[in-house]
């Protein structure tokens, strides 16, 4: 059985949430009736002041969240301070962030280009250049036994994705405890929110993880370099940009992290291994996670 999500996260996953999954009627391999909870999914159109950015497919909770995280995350806002404003229209699908100075991005979303990253993730080119102005925190440690303590926690909570699949979660912790857990579609949409979260209440980042259910791309890495958080960790695999990008930003990367397996393949000196790996028990195969056997 499932155990709850604990009391001292911030913010935890909504499965029992009725506007992000309902249940579907089917059949099953046998011909028997079943029912199937699905995952919601709605366009969000996020506006800067009077300028539309981008429509984002999302389950559609915490949108000044995710239309924050976007803009930080891009580069189109500096700082959450800049915003004097968010509203949000639920039965348009809209949201516009409003800020003191006057905003154009006209020219620069010309040049946006498309990522690997699913539900049409898009990350602006000149992004990838700035890696060398961004220095992430040298003394942040990672211990293998916050590591394991959190893939269980990841695992164990429920979510929607225990509940019906088709969606990734992103995880803020500091050491083993988590947190903030998101969900969404798209594992950018789930870190843009944590990156809204973050700003819109003034959270530090230099000795945080960021642990996400998907691959570890440039687009992942890009954006935790932006939130500043010295440590991304993923249960799925590494793609070789991402691994060029987390060296050259001394970003500590870990991947195929389940159970009590992962593999370092950037800022590893930040990991202390205080937990003999003999000791940590195998992942259950109750809470592994659909499709664990590929980097979804």
């Known amino acids: 059985m499932l155990k709850a999500a604990p009391s001292d996260f911030i913010v935890a996953p909504e499965p029992d949430n009725p506007k992000l999954a309902r249940a579907v009627p089917g059949l099953d391999q046998e011909g028997r009736s079943i029912e199937q909870f699905v995952v919601m999914e709605r366009p969000l159109t996020i506006f800067l002041n009077g300028q539309e950015i981008v429509t984002a497919m999302t389950i559609g909770d915490h949108p000044d969240w995710l239309a924050t995280g976007y803009l930080l995350n891009q580069g189109m806002l ?4 800049d915003i004097t404003s968010i509203d949000h229209d639920e039965e348009l699908g809209v949201v516009v962030v409003r800020t003191r100075t006057q905003t ?26 700035s890696f060398e102005d961004v220095k992430l925190a040298d003394d942040a440690v990672v211990r293998t036994s916050w590591l394991y303590a959190l893939m269980k926690t990841v695992n164990t909570t429920p979510s929607l994705y225990l509940k019906a699949g088709a969606i990734h979660g992103c995880v803020l912790a500091q050491g083993a405890q988590v947190l903030v857990y998101l969900e969404d579609v798209g594992r950018h949409n789930a870190a843009d929110k944590i990156a809204g979260w973050m700003a819109l209440n003034e959270v530090g980042a230099s000795d945080k993880i960021f642990y996400t259910t998907g691959r570890l791309t ?16 993923s249960r799925s695999g590494f793609t070789a940009s991402g691994v060029e990008l987390a060296r050259s930003a001394n970003l500590t990367l870990i991947g195929r992290a389940r159970g009590k397996r992962f593999i370092a393949l950037s800022g590893e000196e930040r990991i202390v ?11 259950d195969a109750r809470h592994a996670r659909k499709g664990a056997s590929a980097d979804d």
């Not at 006209?106 to 280009?113: A, G, P």
């Open 104 to 129: 154009n991005f006209e020219e620069r979303l010309k040049k946006r280009i498309q990522t690997s990253g699913c539900a049409q993730g898009t990350m602006f080119g000149e992004l990838m250049e």
């Open 218 to 233: 440039s687009e992942m890495v890009i954006k935790c370099v932006q939130m500043r958080i010295p440590i991304l960790v």
């Open 78 to 81: 500096k700082a959450a301070r």
């Open 273 to 283: 291994f205080d937990a003999d790996p003999r000791s940590v028990e195998e992942e």
